[in-house]
Structure formats: structure tokens, C-alpha cells
């Protein structure tokens, strides 16, 4: 399984006693990084406020999702290294 699709939340599987790859369900270990990632990141771009202030540019959700999953790569990378 390649790094960071590993699943977040695993489940033993009582039947085989270990983990059972063929029934992981569910987010990514990735997605679940970006995911805290983007709700950092929007938190701290202070979208609600931009959406009443015309002249500072509210940042894409594309470009908040990029970011978000550069953060997660940066983190598994990290993890990796150790």
C-alpha cells in the first residue's frame, strides 16, 4: 500500500487478527491530513471575513485544496524520513 493511502481509522479484522487490507473502508490517511489542513487553512484565510471586504481576494477552494494536500504530503514525507 503506497505511503499515506493507508486507512486513518483501521479496523481489525477478529476473523484474520491483524488488519485486513481487502476491508479497509473509509478516508485515507492523506485525506484525513488535508482535510484538518483545509479547515485550517480556511480558518486562518479568514474567508468570512474577506466575503465583506471587496478588495482583498477570497483564496479558491482549489487553491486552499492544493495547499491542503501539500501540507499532508510535507507531513507523511516527514514521517517517512524518521
Do not use: W
Not at 484474520?16 to 489542513?37: C, K, M, P, Q
Amino acid at each position: 500500500m503506497k505511503k499515506g493511502q493507508e486507512p486513518a481509522f483501521p479496523l481489525i479484522d477478529r476473523n484474520l487478527g491483524d488488519y485486513a487490507e481487502t476491508n479497509f473502508h473509509g478516508v485515507s490517511t492523506r485525506l484525513y491530513i488535508a482535510t484538518e489542513a483545509m479547515q485550517a487553512l480556511i480558518t486562518q484565510s479568514n474567508c468570512t471575513i474577506k466575503l465583506t471586504d471587496p478588495i482583498e481576494p477570497i483564496p479558491s477552494p482549489e487553491i486552499i485544496a492544493q495547499i491542503a494536500v501539500k501540507y499532508a504530503d510535507a507531513l507523511l514525507n516527514e514521517e517517512d524520513e524518521k
